[in-house]
């Protein structure tokens, strides 16, 4: 097995279990039904993944498993929403803003809609 499958596997653990213990622990402040925990998540892992991406852009020497581990383990297991963020600001400094804007759309829109349609063919069955 390659090696880098096993960065990401292991982030993705760390990863999700910390996202899990963010959604225990803030449970206990916040009772009302606004996903706090996912939210906070969600900022967190943007702000994970934007220092890992800014050390690299500054020449750091992160090797290829410690950016993997990083970026698609543990940002991934923790929260995707960091990876759409990050990749939507790529698009945006290339000055790519059709793309930008089809994305962004086509992630909420698309999302949304495979969420809902999931459910409503579950409770058709």
Known sequence: M???VIFVGLGGL????AR???AIGLSAYATSA?????LLVNILGCFVI?????????????????????????????????TFSYESLRL?????????FVY???SLVAGFAATFGAIALVRSI
């Open 2 to 4: 390659d090696r880098s």
């Open 14 to 17: 760390i990863g999700s279990i």
């Open 20 to 22: 899990y213990l963010v």
């Open 34 to 38: 606004f996903p706090f925990a996912t």
């Open 50 to 82: 934007g220092l890992v991406f800014g050390l690299i852009d500054r020449g750091s020497t992160l090797s290829p498993e410690w950016r993997l581990f990083l970026t698609t383990g543990f940002c991934g297991g923790f929260t995707t929403f960091s």
């Open 92 to 100: 945006m400094q290339d000055g790519e803003y059709l793309y930008l």
């Open 104 to 106: 962004v759309a086509a």
